[in-house]
Structures are given as structure tokens and as C-alpha cells.
């Protein structure tokens, strides 16, 4: 794995990757440009994949991320075969209630709090992207550190560029 | 890192601990040499630290050094102990790696310095004059990381009072050559060292259960929990929770604020005014010319998904549109989403206003350090 993001040297390579992907997008798909909502996916689709190939693939959430976009990019040419979807973890099993409340009585106290950190390990799964793929809950934490410091220099960097378009506005219609 | 505290200073390591830690040297020499790649972060390699290890073994090798020039005749051999002491756990030079070329080149003056003027005096002056202690002093700090490498030189530490001075001189020569060396590799080794740790340092305690599924469990468990702790101190207002769970659902709040966030921003930056527009690809091309054909699309094919790959075309078309968008005009560039809308002039563009907003100088260059 690389070294995690350093800051500065992190925005500045996301901010090129972003406005490439900006006009990837733009070419790929002409967009209407009083559609706010299609600008905004676009806007938000172009920063995710930017900021996936900033960690160049280097973490399993990036590749993850990649992936899942990389359909929406494709849209001229589309992949000959789709690959398999990723197995789910998370059926719903249909279980007799009678033997779950039997299971409960007798080892609530124990598994109680397990049950509850495994729920909340499993929304986090959800929550970053890939977390399907890693079964490993130690990865699964390290894929999430990395994560959240990308996703933070990701807000930084568009809270700033907003902020700036938000100056240039305002001098503009002064 | 004091390198000038009294000799009161010195704690000497105990027995046990010595003979354990020389016997995981020789593992940690061998994933040193195997597998020196970058594959550690180096957050995660911090964390495998038992923070009290960490002080103690950094540290100890500085508080033995300055002292040690005086009782290097008479107790050479625990003096060897310390430096490889340091050792096993030396994913601690981490934060030093990037000094040590200082101390190798602090070193190299010095070394020129006794060469130059003071080999009559190494041979004459006993090691206590105060000129020839301060320069030994100075040096000392990279004498443990040096220890390491040159095993061949710290194995023999006879005790010889004489021409003590004339073979310090020497190793340090030895030893300055190799933590030259070592000094490169030692942030990726260090990482690598510190991945491999927590499987060596599991131990068994009293009554816990010893055979190998429940040293592997109990392994894994602690990984989690100092991956966990450190996830703690990364999400502000997490560091008093105690408890796995309410961790968790902190982590995921944050997790998802910012995934909000992103949201609101690019809402935010799509309501945005079209008429504005951005030249910062005229600045990126400027910059970074290559970056068309460098890595952006071979990295939006990833690896684990062949069927992406077989697309040689999408890099000539995007050469093209990069062409097309940055060389022959620039009314067309900016944004991407926002072309076909009248391009300001670099005067009145973004950067300017941003470096005005934010009383600096109108330079571009000063925006991409801000940022």
C-alpha cells in the first residue's frame, strides 16, 4: 500500500484528476445545462473517480470505487459481458421465530454486544466503498482510515474551489 | 533525543529482555533483507507501537550514547546490547529516517574534522579531553542504526584501551558508509518490520489459552483494537467513547457526514453560476503536459476487472479532446460541463479572485500551496 495521503501533495493531485475527469465526463455525455441534478451527479461521479485514482489503486476501496463507476464512463462503449455481481453477505434468512427466541433467551448477555458491534461492522461495510469484498474486519478498518483521510482532503478541496466560485460570483455581479 | 544528558541517565536494559529481542534480531535482519517494497502505510505502521516500548527504545539509545565514550573500556559488550536493543522495534525510526542523512553528513564533517586535525590528537589526548568528547557526543546518535548493518564490526567488542580512539575511527568510517545505505531503505524496512510485529510479540499471558487458533484470534483482535484506537484519535470527538461499538457508530457517523458533504458540495458547485469559468487547465497543461497520457485512463481500467481493459482507443480519443480542449482555443475549456459559456480572461479569472479574497499575490503557484 502507499503511504497514506499527505495532505497538500494529496488536493493538488486530486484537483487535475477531478477536472479531467470533468471533461471525460462532459464528452462522454453532453449534459443539459440547465439540468441541476445531472450536473451535480456528474460533478460529485467526477470528484469520486478522481479521488479513487489519486490512491492509484493502491487500496482496496479505490478499486472498488473505480469499478462501480466505471460503467457510467463507458457509456459509447459498452463492456461485452458484465462482470458476475460480488457475492452478498447480507441475505435476509428466513428463520423460525420460535428457535431465534430460544437462541436469544439463552445467550443473550454474551452475544448481545457482538451482535451489535457485527451490526454496526456491516453498515460500515456498506458505507465504504468495497467493504462487501474484504471479510477481514482488520483490512476492513485499515480500508476505512484510508478512506476517511481522502474523503476529507476530497471536502476540503471542494469546499475551497466553492467557496472561490462563490467570490467570483458575487464579483462578478458586483 | 538528548544527546547531552548526564550519565544518570542511562538505564540499562534488563537480561530477559535483552536475550528476547536478540533473538527476533535475526528474524527482523531477515524480513529487512527479503522484502524491502513499500507496502506499509505509514499511519498503520505506527500503530503496531506499544506507545511505552516506543519511548523507552527510543530513548534508551540516546540516553547510553553520550556516556558511553567514556565507559566504552570497560563495558563494551552492554553497549553493544543497547544498540541492538533498539533494533526489533526500530519501526520508531520511522520519524528519525528523514535525520538520519543529516547525522550521516553531521558525521562525515566530523569524521573529516578528526582525520584532518585530529588524528595526532585521537592518538594523543585520552578520550576525556573535552574537544574530542564533545565531537564523540555529536556523533553519537547514529551509532545505534549504524550497529545494525554492521554486525561484523559490532560482534567483536574486545576491550582494548589503547588504541580504543584509533578503532572508533574506524568503525565509525565502517558504520557511516553502511547508515548511508541504511538511511534509504530504512522507512520502507521499518514499515514492513512493523506489519510483521504483532505476530511476534503475542504472548500467552497466564491462563490464557496457548494453542496456535487462539494465539492467531487473539492476534487479530489486538490488530483490530490498535487499528481501532487510531481510527478513535482520527474522528474528532471519538477520543473519550470507550467501547467497540459506540466507535463504530462514530466512525460511521463521520463516514457518512462526509459523504453528505460531497453531496451538498457538488450540489453546491452544480448550482453554481455557469457563466463562471476556470483556467486551470491552462495551468495544468502548463504543468503537467504529460499528464494526459500519463496514468488517468490506464488508471480508470483497474486490474481486478479485465474486461474494462481491451480499450486503446479511449486514450487517443481523450488525447484528442485534450487537444482539442486546451491547444487551439480556450473558450471550450474550463470546466467541461460548462464549455459553450464566455471564458474570462486570466485577469478576472478564478485564481485571481481566490489570491485576492485571500489578500495574497496573484500567482498561481500560490494557490496550489494553499491548496
Known sequence: MRPPPNSSSFKREFLKKWLLALQLCNHNNNINKNDVVKRKNTIKLSAEIAMASVRNGATCWSRALIAKHSSSFHVTTKPRHMPPPPPRHYKKRVRCKKIIKRSRRCCHNRSAAAAVVRRKTAVLRKLVPGGELMDDEASLIRETLDYVMSLRAQVDVMRRLARASDCVAMCNIV | MEPLSGPGARSSPTADETALDSVQFGEDIRHLISVPTENASSFTA???????????????????????????????????????????????????????????????????????????????????????????????????????????????????????????????????????????????????????????????????????????????????????????????????????????????????????????????????????????????????????????????????????QPNGSRQQYHQQQWNFDVVPQPAGGGWGREDGHNFITPENSLLSYVSSANSASLNSSQLKMEL
Open chain 2, 46 to 308: 505506527l500503530l503496531e507501537l506499544p506507545p511505552n516500548q516506543a519511548v523507552e527504545l527510543l530513548h534508551s539509545p540516546e540516553s547510553t550514547r553520550p556516556d558511553s565514550s567514556q565507559q566504552q573500556q570497560y563495558q563494551p559488550p552492554q553497549h553493544f546490547n543497547a544498540g541492538l536493543l533498539t533494533f526489533p522495534t526500530n519501526a520508531a525510526l520511522i520519524e528519525r529516517a528523514a535525520k538520519f542523512s543529516v547525522f550521516a553528513a553531521e558525521e562525515d564533517l566530523n569524521n573529516n574534522n578528526n582525520n584532518g586535525i585530529g588524528s595526532p590528537e585521537t592518538n594523543s589526548a585520552p578520550s576525556n579531553s573535552s574537544a574530542g568528547l564533545h565531537k564523540v557526543v555529536k556523533t553519537e546518535p547514529a551509532e545505534p542504526v549504524a550497529y545494525l548493518n554492521s554486525s561484523s564490526v559490532a560482534s567483536d567488542p574486545t576491550v582494548a584501551t589503547k588504541d580504543e580512539n584509533q578503532r572508533t575511527n574506524n568503525k565509525r568510517k565502517e558504520r557511516e558508509k553502511k547508515g548511508k545505505g541504511f538511511s534509504k531503505k530504512s522507512k520502507s524496512a521499518a514499515n514492513e518490520n512493523a506489519e510483521q510485529l504483532p505476530y511476534v510479540h503475542v504472548r500467552a499471558r497466564r491462563g490464557q489459552a496457548t494453542d496456535s487458533h487462539s494465539l492467531a484470534e487473539r492476534a487479530r483482535r489486538e490488530k483490530i483494537n490498535a487499528r481501532m484506537k487510531l481510527l478513535q484519535e482520527l474522528v474528532p470527538g471519538c477520543n473519550k467513547i470507550s467501547g467497540t461499538a459506540l466507535v463504530l457508530d462514530e466512525i460511521i457517523n463521520h463516514v457518512q457526514s462526509l459523504q453528505r458533504q460531497v453531496e451538498v458540495l457538488s450540489m453546491k458547485l452544480a448550482a453554481v453560476n455557469p457563466r463562471i469559468d476556470f483556467n486551470l487547465d491552462n495551468m495544468l497543461a502548463a504543468e503537467s503536459g504529460s499528464l494526459m497520457d500519463s496514468n488517468f485512463p490506464a488508471v480508470m481500467m483497474p486490474i481486478m476487472w479485465p474486461e474494462v
